[in-house]
C-alpha cells in the first residue's frame, strides 16, 4: 500500500513539475452582454479534464504542448468548442456564451387517448436505464480537486456587537482545498489518495463526498430519492420544457417537482441526454433537518463511452438558533481513465411500451418463444436488439443477482479506502498556484491571507499556552487540586493508564442515602488486548456510611469480534429496575425542591462473573453468573429545600399489584444468565479496511434467559424466565421514519423470585422524559404492574415528514418534526395499558414537546405534557 501510494504521488509530482514549465490556456466566460458567468464548466476533451470559472468568470488550464479542443458549458446556455495550439505559454481564449434555444415537442397523446406530457416517457427510459448505467464502468480513475468555504451570515442580535467588539469577522470561517486521486472499482471499491489539502477551519460535516462518490444513478443518493429511483413517479412529477443539440447529442430539458416539497426529495431541472437517456446536467435541491442543499453537475462524453460529471457545484445553507452561516463547494474531476464493464458494451434501442404497445408486446412474444434460459445476460444485453424498459429491468435485476453471487463477501455495500500523503498538508502557496483548477478571486486572496495570518497567532498562542502547561506541570508534578473535583487521567508507562472520575457530576441526594457522593478510579494497560481494574467508592451522608465495588475487565480478541471477561463485586446500592428509569439528577431536583420521591433502591453483597462473545460482528452472546445477598432498605430522611404542608417522600419499596406482603429485610440469590443478540441481514461499509455496521439495515432480534438456582450458597431464588424481543427502524420511503420494538417474557416456573429479579419496565411519572423515546412509557408508574408471571409490550414511534404544522414551509425549514407514538402493556395486572401521543420534535434542534393519554381496557386513564430531549438529535446533519 505504502509503495503504491508513494508512486502515485511520484508520477503526480512529475506532471507537477512539468505542468510549472508548460503551458495552458487562461481566459474569461461571459455571457452575451459581458456579465460574467460563474462556474461555467470548461472540459479538454483529449485529455477528459475538466475545470470550471471562479466567481468572476475567470479560469485557467496547464496543458502539455499540443492541439485540444475546449468545450465550453454553462446550463442554459449553447455550448461552445474552441480548438486552441498550446506551446510553452498561457494562451488567452475569452469566450461568450449564448443562451441556449429549446425546441418545444408536442404533447403525446396516448393510445387511450389521454394527453402526457413528454416528460414523462423521457424519465421512464432514463429510469429504466439509470442500473445500466450505474453497472456501466468496470472501473475509473480520476483526479478530484475540491475547494470549500463557509461563513457566518447572521448571529442573534443580543451577540453581534459582543462578537464585533471581540474582533470576530464571520466573513470567512471555513475554506479549504484538497486534491486527490480517486480510483474505483466495480461494484462498490473506491480509493482515495489524497496528494495535497489545505483546511482552516471546521466544515461541520458539510462536505459533498456523498454526491461526489455517490451517483444519481443510484434509488437514492445522500438518503434523498433520485429523480431516476425506480420510485420517482411516487415522488415527483415531470414537466418538459425544451429540446436542444449539442455536439451531436439531443438534449432533453425535464422540470423535477416534488409531489411533496420538502426533505429528502429534490426540485429543479435534469437534462436528459436523447437515446443515451443519461444525465447531461442537473441543478436540484433538497433540504436535510431544513438545510438547504443545492447541488449543481455537469457531465461530459467521455472517450464517447460513457457520460460522467466533470464539475460540481454545492450550496449549503441553514439557521439553528439565532445563527445563520453558508457553506460552499466546487468539485472539477479531471483526468478521467475508464474501463467499460466488458458485459454491458452494448448498443440497443429502448422502447416506452406505453407509446408502442403493439412493438413491445411482439418483443415480448419473440423473447418468450425463443428465449433461452440458460443464455448468458452478456449476450442478452449484447444482443443490439430493441429492449422494452420491463425487459431491460428484468436484465439488469438477473445481471445485479449474479454479481452479487459471485461477491466475496455480499453485505459489504461500500468499500473505501483514504490515504494521506505524507507531505500532503505542507504545501505552499506557490504549489497550490500551479496546481489550482480554479482561480482565485480577488476576495479569496484575502480571505486566505487572513486565514493563514490568524493560524499563525493561533499557533503562536497553542505553542505559548503549551510552554506555560510545562512549566506548570514540572512545578506541581502533573496535578492540579482542580482535578479532585474535574478528574484526570494520568500516563504512568507505556500504554499504561490511571484515571479518577469527577467529582462535581457524581454529588447527588436521595431519600435513602440523603446525600451522597462516588467516583471512579482505574488503573488500564491498553495493547492489543486491554486489561483495566476499577474501584466505585460511594459514602451516603445520612446512612454514614462507605460501600464500594471492583471490577476487573479483560477485552481481548481481533477488532471486529472482540470479547470480554469481567469479574465484579463488593456492597453497592442500585435501583430495583436495572434500566434505572429515573436519573439520579432529576431525582435529586425532584427529592429537594418538589418534595417527591420516585426512585427505588437496594443494596446487595454480590460477586457478579461475566463474559461477552461476539462470535461475527452481527452476533453476540453474553453469559453470567452471580451471587448476591440483597437487602431492604427504607427512608433514613426527610430532608427537603422546600417542604410542603402534607406531603411526604413515598416509601422506598413501591407499590405493586403482584407483590404480596412486604419485601423480605434480606434475601440471598444466584443467577444464571445468558442472552443473544443478532442483526441476521446487517449491511457494512470498509472504511481503511475496518468494517462498520450500517445502521438500521437490519433488525435486531434478541433472546434472553435467567435462572434462579436454589440451594447454592445459601440461595433461595427459584425461577426461570425467557424473554424474546424484536426492534428496528424502517424507512418507507421518505414519508418518515418508523420505530418498532416487541418484546414478550414468561416466568416458566416462578417458585420463588425476589422484587429485583421481576421485570421491570421503563415508567415515568415527571415532566422531564430521558429515556428512548422507543421503548418507553410516558405514563406508566415505575413499578405498579412490574411482573413475576408474563407479559408483553409493543412500542410504536412514526416520525412525519409532514403532518400538520410541517406542511408549512416555514415550520420544516426550521427543522421541525411531527411524532405519532402509541406504546402498549399487557400483564396480568395492568389491563391492556396503552398510550397514544404525539410531539413536536427537533425544536430549536434539541427538544421535544409531547402529548400523551394513557388508556386502561380501552377507558381513559391518565393524561400528561412531557418535555424531552430531540428524538433524532444523535443524527447529526451531514451530507457525506
Given at each position: 500500500?505504502?509503495s503504491?501510494?508513494?508512486?502515485?504521488?511520484?508520477?503526480?509530482?512529475?506532471?507537477?513539475?512539468?505542468?510549472?514549465?508548460?503551458g495552458?490556456?487562461?481566459?474569461?466566460?461571459?455571457?452575451?452582454?459581458?456579465?460574467?458567468?460563474?462556474?461555467?464548466?470548461?472540459?479538454?476533451r483529449?485529455?477528459?479534464?475538466?475545470?470550471t470559472?471562479?466567481?468572476?468568470?475567470?479560469?485557467e488550464?496547464r496543458?502539455n504542448?499540443?492541439?485540444?479542443t475546449l468545450?465550453?458549458?454553462?446550463?442554459?446556455?449553447?455550448?461552445?468548442?474552441?480548438e486552441?495550439?498550446v506551446?510553452?505559454?498561457?494562451?488567452?481564449i475569452?469566450?461568450?456564451l449564448?443562451?441556449?434555444p429549446?425546441?418545444?415537442?408536442e404533447?403525446?397523446v396516448?393510445?387511450?387517448?389521454k394527453?402526457?406530457?413528454p416528460?414523462?416517457?423521457?424519465m421512464?427510459?432514463?429510469?429504466?436505464?439509470?442500473s445500466?448505467h450505474?453497472?456501466?464502468l468496470?472501473?475509473?480513475?480520476?483526479?478530484?480537486?475540491?475547494k470549500?468555504?463557509?461563513?457566518?451570515?447572521?448571529?442573534p442580535?443580543?451577540?453581534?456587537?459582543?462578537?464585533?467588539?471581540?474582533?470576530?469577522?464571520?466573513t470567512?470561517?471555513?475554506t479549504s482545498?484538497s486534491?486527490?486521486?480517486?480510483?474505483?472499482?466495480?461494484?462498490?471499491?473506491?480509493?482515495?489518495?489524497?496528494?495535497s489539502i489545505?483546511?482552516?477551519g471546521?466544515?461541520?460535516d458539510?462536505?459533498?463526498?456523498?454526491?461526489?462518490?455517490?451517483?444519481f444513478?443510484?434509488?437514492?443518493?445522500?438518503?434523498?430519492?433520485s429523480?431516476?429511483?425506480?420510485?420517482a413517479?411516487?415522488?415527483?412529477?415531470?414537466?418538459?420544457?425544451?429540446?436542444?443539440m449539442?455536439?451531436?447529442?439531443g438534449?432533453?430539458?425535464?422540470?423535477?417537482?416534488?409531489?411533496?416539497?420538502g426533505?429528502d426529495?429534490?426540485?429543479?431541472?435534469?437534462?436528459?441526454?436523447?437515446?443515451?437517456?443519461s444525465?447531461?446536467?442537473?441543478?436540484?435541491?433538497?433540504?436535510?433537518l431544513?438545510?438547504?442543499?443545492?447541488?449543481?453537475?455537469?457531465?461530459a462524453?467521455?472517450?464517447d463511452?460513457?457520460?460522467?460529471?466533470?464539475?460540481h457545484?454545492?450550496?449549503?445553507?441553514?439557521k439553528?438558533?439565532?445563527?445563520?452561516f453558508?457553506?460552499n463547494?466546487?468539485?472539477t474531476?479531471?483526468?478521467?481513465?475508464?474501463?467499460?464493464n466488458?458485459?454491458?458494451e452494448?448498443?440497443f434501442?429502448?422502447i416506452?411500451?406505453?407509446?408502442?404497445?403493439?412493438?413491445?408486446?411482439e418483443l415480448?412474444?419473440?423473447?418468450a418463444?425463443?428465449?433461452d434460459?440458460?443464455a448468458?445476460?452478456?449476450?442478452?444485453?449484447?444482443?443490439?436488439?430493441?429492449?422494452?424498459r420491463?425487459q431491460?429491468?428484468?436484465?439488469m435485476?438477473?445481471?445485479?443477482k449474479?454479481?452479487?453471487?459471485?461477491q466475496?463477501e455480499?453485505?459489504?455495500v461500500?468499500?473505501?479506502?483514504?490515504?494521506?500523503?505524507?507531505?500532503?498538508?505542507?504545501?505552499?502557496?506557490?504549489?497550490?498556484?500551479?496546481?489550482?483548477?480554479?482561480?482565485?478571486?480577488?476576495?479569496e486572496?484575502?480571505?486566505?491571507?487572513?486565514?493563514?495570518?490568524?493560524?499563525?497567532?493561533?499557533?503562536?498562542?497553542?505553542?505559548?499556552d503549551?510552554?506555560?502547561?510545562?512549566?506548570?506541570?514540572?512545578?506541581r508534578?502533573g496535578?492540579?487540586?482542580l482535578?479532585i473535583?474535574?478528574?484526570?487521567?494520568?500516563?504512568?508507562g507505556?500504554?499504561?493508564?490511571?484515571?479518577?472520575?469527577?467529582l462535581w457530576d457524581?454529588?447527588?441526594?436521595?431519600?435513602?442515602e440523603?446525600?451522597n457522593?462516588h467516583?471512579?478510579?482505574?488503573?488500564?494497560?491498553n495493547k492489543?488486548?486491554?486489561?483495566?481494574?476499577?474501584v466505585?467508592?460511594?459514602?451516603a451522608?445520612?446512612?454514614r456510611?462507605l460501600?464500594?465495588?471492583?471490577?476487573?475487565s479483560?477485552?481481548?480478541g481481533?477488532?471486529e469480534?472482540r470479547n470480554?471477561?469481567s469479574?465484579?463485586?463488593?456492597?453497592?446500592?442500585?435501583?430495583?429496575?436495572?434500566?434505572?428509569?429515573?436519573?439520579?439528577l432529576?431525582?435529586?431536583?425532584?427529592n429537594?425542591?418538589?418534595?417527591?420521591?420516585?426512585?427505588s433502591?437496594y443494596?446487595?453483597?454480590?460477586?457478579?462473573?461475566?463474559?461477552?462473545?461476539?462470535l461475527?460482528e452481527?452476533?453476540?452472546?453474553?453469559?453470567s453468573?452471580e451471587?448476591a445477598?440483597?437487602?431492604?432498605?427504607?427512608?433514613t430522611?426527610?430532608?427537603?429545600?422546600?417542604?410542603?404542608e402534607g406531603?411526604?417522600?413515598g416509601p422506598?419499596?413501591?407499590?405493586?399489584?403482584?407483590?404480596?406482603?412486604?419485601?423480605p429485610e434480606t434475601?440471598?440469590?444466584f443467577?444464571?444468565?445468558?442472552?443473544?443478540?443478532?442483526r441476521?441481514?446487517q449491511?457494512y461499509?470498509?472504511?481503511?479496511q475496518?468494517k462498520?455496521?450500517?445502521e438500521?439495515s437490519?433488525?435486531?432480534?434478541r433472546?434472553?434467559?435467567?435462572?434462579?438456582?436454589?440451594?447454592?450458597a445459601?440461595?433461595?431464588?427459584d425461577?426461570?424466565?425467557?424473554e424474546?424481543?424484536f426492534?428496528?427502524?424502517?424507512?418507507?420511503?421518505?414519508?418518515?421514519?418508523?420505530?418498532?420494538?416487541v418484546e414478550?417474557?414468561m416466568?416458566?416456573?416462578k417458585?420463588?423470585?425476589?422484587?429485583?429479579?421481576?421485570?421491570?419496565?421503563m415508567?415515568?411519572?415527571i415532566?422531564?422524559?430521558?429515556?428512548?423515546p422507543v421503548?418507553?412509557?410516558?405514563?406508566l408508574?415505575?413499578?405498579?404492574y412490574s411482573t413475576m408471571?408474563?407479559?408483553?409490550?409493543?412500542?410504536?414511534?412514526y416520525?412525519?415528514?409532514?403532518?400538520?404544522?410541517t406542511?408549512?414551509p416555514?415550520v420544516?425549514l426550521?427543522?421541525i418534526?411531527?411524532?405519532?407514538f402509541?406504546?402498549?402493556?399487557?400483564?396480568?395486572?395492568?389491563?391492556?395499558?396503552?398510550?397514544?401521543?404525539?410531539?413536536?420534535?427537533?425544536?430549536f434542534r434539541?427538544?421535544?414537546?409531547e402529548?400523551?393519554?394513557?388508556?386502561q381496557?380501552?377507558?381513559?386513564k391518565d393524561?400528561?405534557?412531557?418535555?424531552?430531549?430531540?428524538s433524532?438529535?444523535g443524527?447529526?446533519?451531514?451530507?457525506r
Amino acid at each position: 500500500m505504502a509503495s503504491r501510494t508513494a508512486l502515485i504521488t511520484t508520477l503526480f509530482f512529475c506532471i507537477l513539475s512539468t505542468s510549472l514549465t508548460a503551458g495552458g490556456v487562461s481566459g474569461k466566460v461571459t455571457d452575451a452582454s459581458g456579465a460574467p458567468l460563474a462556474f461555467a464548466t470548461i472540459f479538454v476533451r483529449e485529455t477528459g479534464s475538466g475545470t470550471t470559472t471562479n466567481e468572476e468568470g475567470y479560469y485557467e488550464i496547464r496543458l502539455n504542448p499540443g492541439t485540444y479542443t475546449l468545450v465550453f458549458q454553462f446550463l442554459g446556455y449553447k455550448t461552445e468548442s474552441r480548438e486552441v495550439r498550446v506551446g510553452q505559454r498561457m494562451e488567452v481564449i475569452n469566450v461568450s456564451l449564448q443562451e441556449q434555444p429549446l425546441q418545444l415537442q408536442e404533447v403525446i397523446v396516448q393510445s387511450n387517448g389521454k394527453e402526457e406530457d413528454p416528460a414523462y416517457s423521457i424519465m421512464r427510459k432514463a429510469i429504466a436505464k439509470a442500473s445500466y448505467h450505474q453497472q456501466q464502468l468496470d472501473s475509473y480513475e480520476a483526479t478530484v480537486y475540491i475547494k470549500g468555504s463557509g461563513r457566518l451570515k447572521d448571529s442573534p442580535f443580543f451577540l453581534r456587537n459582543t462578537m464585533k467588539k471581540e474582533g470576530i469577522d464571520s466573513t470567512v470561517a471555513f475554506t479549504s482545498e484538497s486534491v486527490s486521486r480517486i480510483e474505483y472499482q466495480r461494484p462498490n471499491t473506491f480509493k482515495e489518495t489524497v496528494i495535497s489539502i489545505y483546511t482552516r477551519g471546521e466544515g461541520n460535516d458539510t462536505e459533498p463526498n456523498g454526491y461526489i462518490n455517490g451517483s444519481f444513478y443510484e434509488p437514492k443518493i445522500a438518503e434523498a430519492i433520485s429523480p431516476l429511483s425506480p420510485q420517482a413517479f411516487g415522488y415527483y412529477k415531470f414537466r418538459y420544457e425544451g429540446f436542444f443539440m449539442d455536439r451531436g447529442y439531443g438534449v432533453n430539458k425535464i422540470r423535477v417537482i416534488p409531489r411533496s416539497r420538502g426533505e429528502d426529495v429534490f426540485e429543479g431541472v435534469i437534462y436528459i441526454v436523447e437515446d443515451w437517456w443519461s444525465i447531461y446536467s442537473l441543478r436540484l435541491k433538497t433540504y436535510k433537518l431544513g438545510f438547504g442543499v443545492e447541488v449543481y453537475q455537469m457531465y461530459a462524453p467521455i472517450e464517447d463511452k460513457a457520460w460522467l460529471p466533470v464539475s460540481h457545484k454545492f450550496n449549503v445553507e441553514g439557521k439553528i438558533l439565532g445563527f445563520e452561516f453558508e457553506y460552499n463547494y466546487l468539485a472539477t474531476v479531471s483526468d478521467y481513465k475508464i474501463e467499460l464493464n466488458p458485459d454491458l458494451e452494448a448498443d440497443f434501442k429502448l422502447i416506452d411500451e406505453k407509446l408502442n404497445k403493439e412493438l413491445a408486446a411482439e418483443l415480448e412474444r419473440a423473447r418468450a418463444e425463443g428465449d433461452d434460459k440458460s443464455a448468458e445476460i452478456k449476450e442478452k444485453l449484447a444482443s443490439g436488439e430493441e429492449l422494452t424498459r420491463k425487459q431491460l429491468r428484468q436484465l439488469m435485476r438477473e445481471y445485479e443477482k449474479e454479481e452479487q453471487k459471485a461477491q466475496e463477501e455480499p453485505e459489504v455495500v461500500m468499500n473505501t479506502s483514504i490515504v494521506v500523503d505524507s507531505m500532503a498538508r505542507q504545501r505552499d502557496s506557490a504549489y497550490w498556484e500551479a496546481i489550482r483548477p480554479v482561480p482565485l478571486t480577488k476576495q479569496e486572496v484575502k480571505g486566505y491571507e487572513r486565514l493563514d495570518s490568524l493560524a499563525v497567532v493561533e499557533a503562536e498562542k497553542e505553542a505559548a499556552d503549551s510552554l506555560e502547561s510545562v512549566g506548570r506541570h514540572k512545578k506541581r508534578g502533573g496535578f492540579s487540586p482542580l482535578d479532585i473535583i474535574g478528574g484526570s487521567n494520568y500516563k504512568v508507562g507505556e500504554k499504561q493508564y490511571i484515571a479518577h472520575g469527577s467529582l462535581w457530576d457524581r454529588f447527588f441526594f436521595n431519600p435513602v442515602e440523603g446525600f451522597n457522593i462516588h467516583t471512579n478510579l482505574s488503573y488500564s494497560i491498553n495493547k492489543d488486548n486491554r486489561f483495566a481494574f476499577t474501584v466505585t467508592p460511594r459514602y451516603a451522608f445520612a446512612r454514614r456510611k462507605l460501600t464500594g465495588k471492583g471490577q476487573f475487565s479483560y477485552t481481548y480478541g481481533p477488532q471486529e469480534e472482540r470479547n470480554n471477561f469481567s469479574l465484579e463485586g463488593g456492597r453497592y446500592i442500585y435501583q430495583y429496575n436495572p434500566q434505572e428509569p429515573i436519573s439520579n439528577l432529576f431525582n435529586t431536583y425532584l427529592n429537594l425542591v418538589e418534595e417527591r420521591n420516585y426512585i427505588s433502591l437496594y443494596e446487595k453483597d454480590y460477586l457478579k462473573l461475566s463474559h461477552s462473545n461476539r462470535l461475527r460482528e452481527n452476533i453476540t452472546l453474553n453469559f453470567s453468573a452471580e451471587w448476591a445477598n440483597r437487602y431492604a432498605l427504607e427512608n433514613t430522611t426527610t430532608q427537603s429545600w422546600f417542604p410542603r404542608e402534607g406531603r411526604i417522600y413515598g416509601p422506598n419499596i413501591p407499590f405493586n399489584e403482584e407483590l404480596e406482603g412486604e419485601a423480605p429485610e434480606t434475601e440471598k440469590a444466584f443467577v444464571l444468565g445468558f442472552s443473544a443478540v443478532a442483526r441476521p441481514w446487517q449491511k457494512y461499509r470498509i472504511r481503511n479496511q475496518e468494517k462498520e455496521p450500517i445502521e438500521n439495515s437490519s433488525p435486531e432480534l434478541r433472546l434472553a434467559y435467567r435462572q434462579g438456582l436454589k440451594n447454592i450458597a445459601e440461595s433461595v431464588t427459584d425461577y426461570s424466565y425467557l424473554e424474546v424481543g424484536f426492534q428496528h427502524k424502517i424507512r418507507p420511503g421518505v414519508r418518515g421514519i418508523m420505530d418498532i420494538k416487541v418484546e414478550a417474557g414468561m416466568f416458566l416456573n416462578k417458585n420463588y423470585a425476589g422484587f429485583a429479579d421481576y421485570h421491570h419496565f421503563m415508567g415515568n411519572r415527571i415532566l422531564l422524559v430521558t429515556a428512548d423515546p422507543v421503548g418507553s412509557f410516558r405514563l406508566l408508574p415505575y413499578y405498579q404492574y412490574s411482573t413475576m408471571d408474563k407479559f408483553a409490550a409493543a412500542h410504536v414511534h412514526y416520525q412525519f415528514r409532514k403532518l400538520l404544522f410541517t406542511q408549512i414551509p416555514e415550520v420544516w425549514l426550521l427543522g421541525i418534526k411531527e411524532n405519532v407514538f402509541v406504546n402498549y402493556l399487557a400483564t396480568p395486572t395492568s389491563d391492556n395499558y396503552t398510550e397514544v401521543g404525539y410531539s413536536i420534535d427537533n425544536i430549536f434542534r434539541f427538544l421535544r414537546v409531547e402529548a400523551a393519554v394513557a388508556f386502561q381496557d380501552g377507558k381513559y386513564k391518565d393524561w400528561g405534557i412531557l418535555i424531552g430531549i430531540a428524538s433524532n438529535i444523535g443524527g447529526n446533519f451531514s451530507i457525506r
